[in-house]
Structures are given as structure tokens and as C-alpha cells.
């Protein structure tokens, strides 16, 4: 049996749709799950945990 190729333009467009889909499938779940907003409430955590524990050099 003969492999036949497939044109480099079909190749292309297949691709681009496979990681278009991918990207926004990704995106969609990261809003319904607001897990931007969650990463950030956790950083801001750890953020405040390091300068919580810094001495004060200006008192106001």
C-alpha cells in the first residue's frame, strides 16, 4: 500500500486548530474555576508571610 501525504497547508491549518482549541479550552476552565484569582489570593499570602516578618526602619 501507497502512504499518502497530506498537503503541508492541511498539516498547518490542523495544527493551528488543535492549539487554538487547546489554548481556549485551557482559558475557559481557568475562568469558570476563577483560579487566576486564586493563585493570586495565595501569592499575596506568601507575599504579606515575608514582609509580616521584616523589621520596621521607618515608624510614622
Known sequence: MKKSK???VCRLLKTTCVVGTTAVGTLFT????NLDQ???AWAY????EIFDR???DIKF
Open 54 to 56: 521584616k523589621e520596621v
Open 6 to 8: 497530506k498537503c503541508p
Open 30 to 33: 481557568v475562568y469558570m474555576l
Open 38 to 40: 486564586k493563585l493570586l
Open 45 to 48: 499570602a506568601r507575599v504579606n
